[in-house]
């Protein structure tokens, strides 16, 4: 499902959580899962890290492990964090590769979440960058943030359209200015 460097992310069992409280039932998460396993979703989203106890019955997630009985090998699955709400106390060093961790962060905790962004790095987890509402960001905040990402180079820098109110031009416009500014 690849377009070249463009990657297709499912995040159906993160965001549907929205609609159910995250209460999709073990076998409706596998199910899910193996569903877009099938499809040919480069990365499946399986819901968020948070400092909770655990429930197989929800996709919310108290540490990275306890994905592992539903992926597959030889797939790519994602687990957002939002910065704030999961202390990087909780990680220890990678173990499973297939696992990537979606750190989402609003601008105004850029520096912090950049800094626990390279301790996740340090650790041996490859990091989606997720920059909250990236079209309220001028050029001048995103050349900033687009130079400390370069030097820190998560896996995956997104644009990200938290409100769903960008046109098809700002897209284009903030694909333009992440590829001039990322290598």
Known sequence: MSIGLIKILDCTLRDGGYLNDWMFGEAKIQSIL???????????????LKECIYDPDKTFFSKPSDLEKFIKPNKIYTLMVNFGEYDIKNFSQCENKNIKIRVAFKKHNQKEALVYIKNLIDLGWDVFVNPMLTNTYNEEELDVLLEELDNLKPSCVTIVDTLGNMYEKDVVNLFEIFDKNLS
């Not at 193996?34 to 968020?48: A, M, T, W």
């Open 34 to 48: 193996d569903n877009l396993y099938s499809s040919g979703i480069d990365f499946i989203e399986c819901g968020f």
